[in-house]
Structures are given as structure tokens and as C-alpha cells.
């Protein structure tokens, strides 16, 4: 990643509100962006959106299938750069609302991609779909870029399907695919499990376990204690996002397609490995075992990614060891408990995570 390359440079960000969205405008902004966010309003409150104030920031309020709205939001922001992080993005949720999820995972893609043809200054698109994205068979190595996508769960089916989507879109209308097509090239990220501070969607593991660790019973409720997942701290992938970004600005054509980022094997941790080391780090918190009480709605118990493509071909790899990323979350929530601003909170770990990155 290169810093002064983000200097002035014309971004839009969707799914700003989330939390994976404020903290890649928060990053972006920090390096001189000029930074447009597209979302709808955020779901719970607290959330980090508006803990951060992002003044910087243009925020538009809005629906990616508000087709009048995209059109308008991108003829006035005139990206170079899209990173497209909107979506619905719980497993639970999905099942409750599988129409609402693949509207939009999958036609907020399209629309998306289909708006933007008409951005002349456009270089480059991120598409952020996920690791969930691959038929998962439950194996024990890791999927790579080329395997099969699918989904059993509806939020799953969604995901690898937008990711179909994008690429379709991709090879339709964008380079380096279609000839006479839109100069900008779009490239496809596929994130494992995310933690770090400033999240509080429901079902969301981490999150839960925080609301549980500071609830007046301190008690953590686990459903499947036992799943594995390649946990990574939020700004992992995020740097990976930008690394692929300015690959595809340069116009980098091998760039164009499917990438994971993921963390090494040896971190790969059991959900009640993460609820331990998250209660252990801020000091309270006791946890309970409930398996079965998810209602019979079906998860993956394994999934794991092999990022060897982006090692070898971005230069991109984990700069934090798990111990690393647990105590990064703990301590963001431990301050914002104590009082401590979001805005100090979210400058602080990304300057450290950028020693660490550049030391």
C-alpha cells in the first residue's frame, strides 16, 4: 500500500455506515482522500459511523437499488476509485429475509457496476464479497481463488452469486475484458472473518461477546463453540482492499479477478478460542456453552482461505498475529468504555497498525 498514492485521490465508498466501511473512510481520509460514502443509515446504536464524525467525509444516506440516487451520488463525486462494501451482511438475518439479502448483495452489485460505466474518471473497482462466497465442503485446506462458489445459507448463496454477478459485469463491460469497453478494471475480494473495535451488529460474534463482557450479568453465550474461522483484525483486509485498488488504477489486467485475503494458518482459532482470549484481554466476562440454541439454522463449522496468490502476487501478508488482533479489539472497546473518543480510538490503532506495516 502506498500512502501518497490515496493523496487527493477522488474515492466512493459504499457501505460507509458499517463497520468495516467507517474504518476504511477513517484510513482513506487519514491519508488526504477525498472520500464520498454511499449507504443506507446505520442499524444500531451505537455504531462507529457516527462516533466518528467524519466531517471529511461526504455522506450520502441511500439504497444502492435507489438507481436515481447512485447515478446522481457518482455524477457529482467523479470516483477513481469504488470500493463496494454494501451489503447485507449477517447469516442469521439471511434466513429471516432471503429476498431483501440477495436484492441486496447481488442486484446492489449490479447496479452498482452497471452506474458505473457512466464515471469517465473511473480506474478502478473493489468488489468485497466474501469468504463465504466458495461452495463450502467443509475440507480442511484452504479454498483457493479458482474453486467453485456457492452457499448453503441464504446470506452464502448471496454472496457467491454477487460475486458471479461482478465478474460477469466485469467481462462485460470493463477491462481488460471487453473491447471498446470502460478503461477501469475491477477486481473481486473475498475477506475472511473480521473483529476489531466499533462493531455492534447483532449476531455477530464479537460484538456479542463484548455486549456480554460489559452487560450487568458479564455472561457470553456461545452456539457453536467449536467452528473455525480465519479471524483477522478489520484493517488486514482493508489494506489488502487498497494494495489491490492501486494495482488496478495502474492497470494491472492479472489484477482483474478474484483474490483472498485471509490470515496464516497457525491463527485460525475456534469460536470459544476467540470468546476466551477476548474475555482473558478485557479482564471480565464469563462464558457459556449453548450449542443447539442456534434453531436448527445451519453454519459452516470450517472454512479456511489460501491466500498464497495474494502473498506472491500483491506483496500482501498479515502483519498481526492473533494475540495481536484480539488485543487490538479488547483494548478499542476497553477504551470507548472508559470514555475514550471513537475518532482517538480508530487514529491510534491505525497509526500503530501502520508502524507495523512500514516498520
Known amino acids: 500500500m502506498t500512502p501518497g498514492f490515496w493523496a487527493s485521490r477522488r474515492v466512493l465508498v459504499t457501505g460507509h455506515t458499517g463497520f468495516k466501511g467507517a474504518w476504511l473512510a477513517a484510513w482513506l481520509g487519514r491519508m488526504g482522500a477525498e472520500v464520498t460514502g454511499y449507504s443506507l443509515a446505520p442499524e444500531t446504536e451505537p455504531n462507529l459511523w457516527s462516533l466518528l464524525g467524519l466531517d471529511g467525509v461526504r455522506s450520502v444516506i441511500a439504497d444502492l437499488n435507489d438507481r436515481a440516487a447512485l447515478d446522481r451520488t457518482l455524477a457529482e463525486s467523479r470516483p477513481e476509485v469504488i470500493f463496494h462494501l454494501a451489503a447485507q451482511a449477517l447469516v442469521r438475518r439471511s434466513y429471516g429475509d432471503p429476498v431483501g439479502t440477495f436484492a441486496a448483495n447481488v442486484l446492489g452489485t449490479v447496479q452498482l457496476l452497471d452506474a458505473a460505466r457512466a464515471v469517465t474518471d473511473l480506474r478502478a473497482v473493489v468488489v468485497a464479497t466474501s469468504d463465504k462466497a466458495y461452495e463450502n465442503r467443509e475440507q480442511i485446506w484452504g479454498y483457493r481463488e479458482g474453486d467453485a462458489l456457492g452457499g448453503r445459507d441464504p446470506y452464502s448463496g448471496s454472496k457467491g452469486a454477487a460475486d458471479i454477478a461482478a465478474a460477469s459485469m466485469a467481462r462485460s463491460y470493463f477491462a481488460p475484458f471487453a473491447p471498446?469497453?470502460?478503461?477501469?478494471?475491477?477486481?473481486?475480494?473475498?475477506?475472511?472473518?473480521?473483529?476489531?473495535?466499533?462493531?455492534?451488529?447483532?449476531?455477530r460474534l464479537v460484538p456479542d461477546i463484548v455486549r456480554g463482557c460489559l452487560g450487568p450479568e458479564g455472561r457470553v453465550v456461545l452456539r457453536a463453540p467449536g467452528s473455525v474461522r480465519p479471524w483477522q483484525h478489520v484493517l488486514e483486509p482493508l489494506r489488502g482492499y487498497m494494495m489491490l485498488a492501486e494495482r488496478l488504477h495502474g492497470g494491472d489486467d492479472a489484477a482483474a479477478s478474484g483474490w483472498n485475503f485471509g490470515p496464516e494458518r497457525s491463527d485460525e482459532r475456534a469460536v470459544v478460542e476467540v470468546a476466551t482470549a477476548i474475555t482473558k484481554a478485557l479482564g471480565r466476562g464469563r462464558i457459556d456453552i449453548a450449542e443447539g440454541a442456534d434453531g436448527g439454522l445451519h453454519e459452516a463449522k470450517m472454512l479456511r482461505l489460501d491466500c498464497t496468490r495474494a502473498r506472491v502476487e500483491l506483496g500482501w501478508v498479515p502483519a498481526l498475529a492473533f494475540d495481536d488482533?484480539?488485543?487490538?479489539?479488547?483494548?478499542?472497546?476497553?477504551?470507548?468504555?472508559?470514555?475514550?473518543?471513537?475518532?482517538?480510538?480508530?487514529?491510534?490503532?491505525?497509526?500503530?497498525?501502520?508502524?507495523?506495516?512500514?516498520?
Open 180 to 203: 471498446g469497453g470502460h478503461p477501469a478494471r475491477v477486481g473481486i475480494a473475498r475477506a475472511g472473518n473480521v473483529i476489531g473495535g466499533g462493531d455492534w451488529a447483532q449476531d
Open 325 to 359: 488482533c484480539v488485543r487490538l479489539t479488547a483494548d478499542w472497546y476497553a477504551g470507548w468504555a472508559d470514555g475514550v473518543a471513537a475518532t482517538t480510538l480508530c487514529r491510534d490503532q491505525i497509526a500503530r497498525y501502520e508502524g507495523v506495516c512500514h516498520g
